[in-house]
């Protein structure tokens, strides 16, 4: 059971906008920490896509965008492409039990 | 360009430890946490710890009793290890950096494949 809850999958057809959602609660994402989120391809290392909410780091295209509000963030994707059918995780901080990073459980996004 | 690589065994026996190193090239280890995150086979993330370029630590609540981390700044390496491994322990093993305790991991090594068994 991850401390951020994001949907197992979704899915979309070429050029549709696709949305993934990132769940906290309030030692988490409602305490005002950060939310960054990944990408990941089969047998690769994460790679970092948005960090600090909505912030897209060099080389990372456009058409993913970040945001948040209280307890929840959202991952968005516009002008799906073939080559973004990957797994996505988002992260934070929970202060809970002494501070921990935290994951999302990762949702695999499925381009039809 | 920052470059991190694990080494260590890639199998470890049941009860045993298991020890993996992290080597940081293209840039200097201090100012920054210095973390272990691992993912089982066909699962999600899961955070292990970090350590501080200073040497304060930080580790999951879960795993607490059985990590330990540890910095040696001359040679630009950290070490994890993990004690009384079982079969759940098997996993791909990443070094990452964090510019912060609620910063993104901005540079991730490969991965280092740990499987636990006789």
């Known amino acids: 059971q991850s401390v951020l809850t994001q949907p197992p999958s979704v899915s979309g057809t070429p050029g549709q906008r696709v949305t993934i959602s990132c769940t906290g609660s309030?030692?988490?994402?409602?305490?005002?920490?950060?939310v960054h989120w990944y990408q990941q391809f089969p047998g690769t290392a994460p790679k970092l896509l948005i960090s600090?909410?909505?912030n897209r780091p060099s080389g990372v295209p456009d058409r993913f965008s970040g945001s948040k509000s209280g307890t929840s963030a959202s991952l968005a994707i516009t002008g799906l492409q073939a080559e973004d059918e990957a797994d996505y995780y988002c992260?934070?901080?929970?202060?809970?039990?002494?501070?921990?990073?935290?994951f999302g459980g990762g949702t695999k996004l499925t381009v039809l | 360009q920052v470059q991190l690589q694990e080494s260590g065994p890639g199998l470890v026996k049941p009860s045993e430890t298991l020890s993996l190193t992290c080597t940081v090239s293209?840039?200097?280890?201090?100012?920054?946490?210095w973390s272990w995150i691992r993912q089982s086979p066909g699962k999600g993330l899961e955070w292990i710890g970090y350590?501080?370029?200073?040497?304060?630590?930080n580790y999951n609540p879960s795993l607490k009793s059985r990590v330990t981390t540890s910095i040696d700044t001359s040679k630009s390496q950290f070490s994890l290890k993990l004690t009384s491994v079982t079969a759940a322990d098997t996993a791909i093993y990443y070094c990452?950096?964090?510019?912060?305790?609620?910063?993104?991991?901005?540079?991730w090594g490969q991965g280092i494949l740990v499987t636990v068994s006789s």
């Open positions: 990452a950096r964090f510019d912060g305790y609620n910063s993104p991991g901005d540079y």
């Open positions: 293209g840039g200097s280890i201090s100012s920054y946490y």
């Open positions: 350590i501080y370029y200073s040497g304060t630590t």
């Open positions: 309030s030692s988490n994402l409602g305490a005002n920490y950060d």
């Open positions: 600090n909410n909505r």
């Open positions: 992260q934070s901080y929970d202060s809970s039990l002494s501070g921990s990073v935290v």
